[in-house]
Nanobody
Framework: QVQVVESGGGLVQAGGSLRLSCAAS????????MGWYRQAFGKQRELVAV???????NYADSVKGRFTISRDNTKNTVYLQMNSLKPEDTAVYYC????????????WGRGTQVTVSS
């Protein structure tokens, strides 16, 4: 069974930084895309950033130039460095990993809260 766990959320002032981590564990053969999503209160979940197994990245327009996604394949971990945070970045941040395992598919973490105060 595959488990995905996020960490690193918290409360930060506008203009500050946070680094999120997400690690997958279990009987994993390979992880393809790794992505970060967020869901603000009363809104739909949206893509923040994604990184392919080859290191190609894609970002939502709202975070380009401020957030950086990276991955460590040796640790089955993806990171999201968030700089110049704004109050509108406040949301629960979720990690999704496209995993090849005994049961392949997209695995979600439970989320980590990021709150940016003005």
């Amino acid at each position: 069974q595959v488990q995905v766990v996020e960490s690193g959320g918290g409360l930060v002032q506008a203009g500050g930084s946070l680094r999120l981590s997400c690690a997958a564990s279990g009987s994993i053969l390979r992880i393809n895309d790794m992505g970060w999503y967020r869901q603000a209160f009363g809104k739909q979940r949206e893509l923040v950033a994604v990184i392919t197994s080859g290191g190609v990245t894609n970002y939502a327009d709202s975070v380009k130039g401020r957030f950086t996604i990276s991955r460590d394949n040796t640790k089955n971990t993806v990171y999201l460095q968030m700089n110049s945070l704004k109050p509108e970045d406040t949301a629960v941040y979720y990690c999704n990993m496209e995993v090849r395992a005994a049961v392949s598919g997209g695995y979600w973490g439970r989320g980590t809260q990021v709150t940016v105060s003005s």
